[in-house]
């Protein structure tokens, strides 16, 4: 089934029709995207297509027009925290860690809304998280800033997971990253359909995005050019050329 055709089960999010704008200047306009629960969505497209711009207004960062629904509840009034605490989870591309705590303690601030409300499990979310990625239980006392670009990105993930969402949302998660780092975080993007978390992702490499996820849109200044099924997309020899660039077509 593809990720946007949710059949009887309602989308976990439906975005209709979503415009954001800067002032006068629009630069996401008319945009509809589902997402069922479970699946992995990509959002791709070149620098300045509007893709951030998107999931900071999904978030409630940014003013929009239109509707979101998560869940099928309307978003329009809810705050970021509502959103957080209702299972929305935005990872941003600068991945905005506290770099003078240590991991362990970044971990446990991404589950203090849970802590807040005296949910019980955080040490067994640690723990998960841990085994997800043992690195970041070897260097759980060290300081988030003596990280690696890709010990970072793991602990923005990790520290995502420690809040339980339902839905998380990942900013260019490849940005910056070694080949290998890269593969490694895209695989653990992958199993998490097997945690029956949904995922938007959001990503310039095109053809790693469309590898691991079920169904993709192609944003272009703002604009949706093409939808349809990861496998799809990937195949078509004048989709890649058109839309997904030279990085689509790297094997």
């Not at 955080?122 to 723990?127: E, F, G, R, T, V």
């Not at 990503?203 to 939808?227: C, M, P, R, W």
């Amino acid at each position: 089934m593809a990720a946007s055709d949710t059949g009887r089960t309602p989308p976990l999010l439906e975005i209709e029709s979503v415009s954001v704008s800067y002032g006068k200047v629009e630069a996401v306009h008319q945009v509809s995207i589902r997402l069922a629960r479970g699946s992995i969505v990509t959002v791709v497209g070149p620098n300045g297509a509007g893709k951030t711009t998107l999931m900071a207004a999904i978030m409630g960062l940014l003013p929009s027009t239109g509707r979101i629904r998560f869940d099928g509840v309307d978003l329009a009034q809810t705050t970021v925290e509502e959103r957080v605490a209702g299972g929305l989870c935005l990872v941003p591309e600068k991945r905005e860690l506290f770099s003078e705590m240590s991991v362990q303690d970044n971990l446990e601030l991404g589950a203090y809304t849970r802590w807040r409300r005296g949910e019980r499990g955080i040490d067994a979310a640690l723990d998960d998280v841990y085994s997800i990625f043992p690195r970041l239980k070897e260097r759980r006392r060290q300081l988030a800033g003596t990280l690696s670009g890709g010990e970072r990105q793991m602990l923005a993930l990790g520290r995502a997971l420690m809040a339980r969402p339902r839905l998380l949302m990942l900013d260019e998660p490849s940005l910056g990253l070694a080949p290998l780092i890269v593969r490694e975080i895209f695989k653990v993007i992958s199993d998490l359909r097997a945690r029956q978390v949904g995922v938007l992702l959001v990503e310039q490499n095109a053809h790693a995005a469309l590898q691991v996820s079920d169904y993709g849109y192609v944003l272009e200044s703002g604009e949706l050019a093409l939808e349809g099924p990861s496998a799809t997309l990937i195949a078509d020899e004048q989709v890649v050329a058109s839309y997904l660039g030279l990085q689509a077509a790297e094997r």
